[in-house]
């Protein structure tokens, strides 16, 4: 049996109490905001609520679940954000390959262009335009083109491509495999790890995303479910119509931010654990490799 330090009992005291404490005050919030969800609108604004419902309440819940407008939106939040996620992942997989490639012509006009859009946008007024002049308004490819490749995305993609030995590559061209075949075969199945951070990165940016929606479509029933959350908030907090009573709506004011918090942040915490899985996966790779 090997004996450890005291300098290293220490070390794993004070490791597990500093990492105790970092849990604590991450989840500290969100439970606050789940309790929130739950609660009585005067337990809300009296400042009584921490950690459990206090004065238990499902009125805003039952408000927003009863409607028939709220699913449709959800699913077309779940149809958008697949799409747009998938798109997003071919082309940045794509570009990034092609980037990571140091004999490529043109490689440093590439990079250049791709970076010059992180400072220099087109503007809202000329993208509006465009996207009506191609006929994209009203449809899920206005969600999906305008923010198909995130730049920061771009790069982190291209920087762990560039970090796999050329010697697998140049082994597989020996076999007799085309470039698609390299990529889809040899280097994607070791690029697990990165692969899964950016579907992480697109999906929970594409399911938050409401400025594109409210931007561009115009019919109700096209609306992410983000749009509307946005709209419902909007309408309880300046005491509009909400289709309740006016006690109702006073109880919609007191939490409606909190439940709209719970419902779309839920999906992206259910998604988290199976995509942690290959984030352990690539470590162990990158453990082993060389």
């Not at 309880?236 to 006690?247: L, R």
Request: proline share 3%; hydrophobic share 50%.
């Amino acid at each position: 049996m090997v004996r450890t330090s005291r300098g290293h009992r220490v070390f794993q005291g004070v490791n597990g109490f500093v990492l105790t404490a970092v849990v604590i005050v991450t989840l500290y919030p969100f439970v606050n905001i789940i309790a929130r969800s739950f609660s009585g609108e005067r337990q809300i604004r009296a400042g009584e609520v921490t950690l459990w419902p206090k004065g238990f309440n499902l009125t805003t819940y039952e408000i927003v679940f009863k409607d028939s407008m709220f699913w449709r939106n959800y699913g077309n939040t779940v149809l958008y954000t697949v799409v747009s996620t998938v798109v997003a992942m071919v082309l940045t997989t794509c570009y990034a390959y092609v980037l990571s490639k140091k004999h490529l012509k043109g490689r440093g006009l590439l990079i250049g262009i791709a970076v010059f859009t992180m400072f220099f946008t087109g503007g809202l007024i000329p993208n509006y335009v465009l996207i009506t002049s191609l006929g994209l308004k009203n449809s899920i490819w206005a969600m999906a083109l305008p923010n198909a490749i995130s730049v920061f995305n771009l790069l982190v993609m291209k920087a762990f491509f560039e970090s796999l030995p050329d010697e697998l590559e140049e082994a597989a061209q020996i076999d007799g495999l085309s470039t698609y075949g390299i990529l889809l075969r040899i280097v994607l199945p070791l690029s697990k790890a990165v692969v899964a951070t950016m579907v992480l990165f697109y999906s929970v940016s594409f399911w938050n995303s409401w400025f594109s929606a409210f931007l561009y479509m115009d019919r109700t029933e096209l609306m992410p479910v983000t749009v509307y959350l946005r709209n419902l908030i909007a309408g309880a907090t300046t005491g509009g119509n909400a289709g309740a009573g006016t006690e109702q709506l006073s109880q919609v004011a007191a939490n409606i931010q909190s439940v709209t918090i719970v419902l779309t942040a839920l999906p992206i915490l259910c998604l988290y654990p199976f995509v942690q899985r290959y984030f352990v996966s690539g470590v162990m790779l990158g453990a082993v490799k060389g």
